[in-house]
């Protein structure tokens, strides 16, 4: 290749169609490449400790045959000298193509929800945008890339923009640690409460959301996702450490294996399946708990101040915890990949959860057509009065059943040995 005096490429000497770009942005790409932005990359996924090590040979196998493929492209720039630099940049841009994979579900997710609530009330729905209305969550995505971006003069410029995303980051990024068959991406013995840990933490965005915007009423609905989050949480954990007491695990592989040999927890946990179910809601902010959005008390909650893309990113994140959740529902309720006594491959498995998934994701736009709003009291008092009294009780009852009974699990006895085996607490020693 052909170098100016300053070491930066020929245009004339790139392969089509970087020739054509402008000079500036031929160097702005020569300037990225030779930054240390790929070292910290390769560092992240290749160093000691990394996510990567908890990956199966199976995903490495996926990412090795498309690192090779990069590797063939940019070689053919004549930027291929330095190997560690194209595994760095093939690991990245296998995570950037799944995250925008991702993008597309949720786009897609928002109108399989308007088609559903359509035909419900009788009427087309979005049908103009591409054949029956196909293209309309990329015209809507166009549309909103294209708005102005307003910010409140007295508000936390860096918290507010960064709010927004805080969310769907989270969302996106739980997406990887569920199992969608009998081989999964990532799995640890303490899944489960790591699952809940990171769900309990995108409340953070609604909440620093409506504390950046300087507005009361934004304030008013993030006060509200707290005290709703906190009410319904509790219940939940309940209903999780019950499940636990049965199967004898927090890794969601092994819940699945249980229901595998015996029922599914939708018949046997019944009524916990129902508060599990009705918290989804709530945790979600979805019809008839979205109390933290209401529109005719607080002018839209929480996200009254944003505007263009940065509104449609909290949309966004809801839609993707709509799915994580009913995915999660369907893992911890339904049998997973299981189909009661039907044996499956591993691609009729992850069928079958999706199957699962988009049923349940249908129950979510069922409800939102059918209920009215709760009030805020009506709320509280189910959280506090009935869900939460209840899973407790019902999660002592099993304790009492299973001790006399003596069918405690393998593990349960010896769980804090558990832990420690893994790694998960220092014993300082």
Request: a negative charge.
């Amino acid at each position: 290749m052909n170098n100016t005096n300053n070491n930066r490429p020929d245009k004339n000497d790139l392969p089509f169609p970087l020739n054509y770009l402008p000079d500036w942005v031929v160097n702005y790409i020569y300037d990225f490449w030779n930054s240390d932005f790929w070292k910290s990359v390769d560092n992240c996924f290749n160093g000691s400790g990394c996510l990567l090590d908890y990956f199966p040979d199976w995903v490495f196998e996926y990412i090795s045959d498309f690192q090779q493929s990069v590797e063939t492209w940019f070689r053919s720039f004549g930027w291929g000298d330095d190997t560690d630099k194209l595994i760095a940049i093939s690991i990245f841009l296998f995570y950037l193509i799944l995250v925008l994979c991702g993008f597309l579900v949720i786009a897609y997710s928002t109108l399989a929800e308007r088609k559903t609530m359509a035909s419900m009330q009788r009427r087309k729905g979005p049908n103009v945008v591409g054949p029956a209305g196909a293209a309309q969550p990329l015209a809507d995505g166009a549309k909103l890339l294209t708005k102005e971006t307003i910010k409140p003069k007295h508000s936390d410029r860096w918290i507010f923009f960064t709010a927004s995303g805080l969310g769907l980051a989270l969302s996106l990024y739980l997406w990887l640690f569920l199992p969608l068959n009998s081989f999964p991406i990532v799995t640890f013995p303490l899944l489960l409460v790591y699952i809940l840990a990171i769900q309990i933490i995108e409340t953070y965005s609604l909440i620093l959301a409506g504390w950046a915007s300087n507005s009361k009423y934004a304030l008013l609905g993030s006060l509200r996702t707290a005290a709703q989050m906190v009410s319904y949480e509790l219940a939940l954990s309940f209903v999780l450490l019950a499940i636990v007491l049965l199967t004898g695990s927090f890794d969601l592989l092994e819940i699945v294996r249980f229901q595998q040999n015996g029922l599914w927890f939708i018949f046997s946990l019944f009524p916990l399946g129902i508060i599990f179910f009705c918290s989804m809601f709530a945790e979600s902010n979805r019809t008839p708990f979205d109390l933290p959005e209401a529109e005719a008390e607080l002018v839209a909650g929480y996200n009254v101040e944003y505007s263009a893309m940065f509104f449609a990113v909290f949309f966004l994140a809801e839609y993707s915890n709509m799915i994580l959740l009913s995915a999660l529902f369907s893992l911890l309720f339904l049998g997973g990949w299981t189909l009661f006594f039907l044996p499956a491959s591993i691609f009729f498995q992850t069928i079958i959860v999706g199957v699962k998934t988009c049923f349940m994701f249908f129950v979510f736009v069922w409800v939102r057509a059918t209920l009215p709003r709760y009030r805020y009291d009506q709320l509280m008092d189910l959280g506090w009065k009935v869900f939460l009294p209840f899973s407790f009780g019902f999660f002592i009852f099993l304790v009492v059943c299973v001790y006399f009974a003596g069918a405690l699990p393998q593990h349960t006895d010896n769980f804090i040995d558990l832990v420690y085996y893994q790694g998960y607490v220092t014993t300082g020693n």
